[in-house]
């Protein structure tokens, strides 16, 4: 399942990005306003940035946006520690 927003030509005509950056900025600034409100945790919201951990963590630091690190963090880090 999937899901599409729709935003009008006004809007997306008023934004100040070339048109071939406009998906990627958007989809990165909806990850980070989601993780930002611990809506989405840090994997899924690097993923729906289309990002790599460095990257994500970067711009969140970039942001000054504090890094929640619980459970599911520490999982996916021991996991991607071990090699799996």
Do not use: C, W
Not at 42 to 64: I, S, T
Request: charged share 30%; aromatic share 8%.
């Amino acid at each position: 399942m999937g899901l599409q927003i729709e935003i009008s030509d006004s809007i997306v005509q008023a934004l100040r990005l070339p048109e071939q950056r406009i998906e990627q900025e958007l989809r990165r600034e909806l990850a980070i306003a989601l993780y930002t409100q611990e809506i989405l945790p840090f994997g899924k919201a690097r993923e729906l940035a289309q990002m790599d951990k460095y990257e994500f963590g970067q711009l969140l630091a970039r942001r000054q946006v504090l890094r929640h690190y619980g459970f599911e963090e520490l999982n996916d880090d021991l996991t991607y520690a071990g090699g799996e």
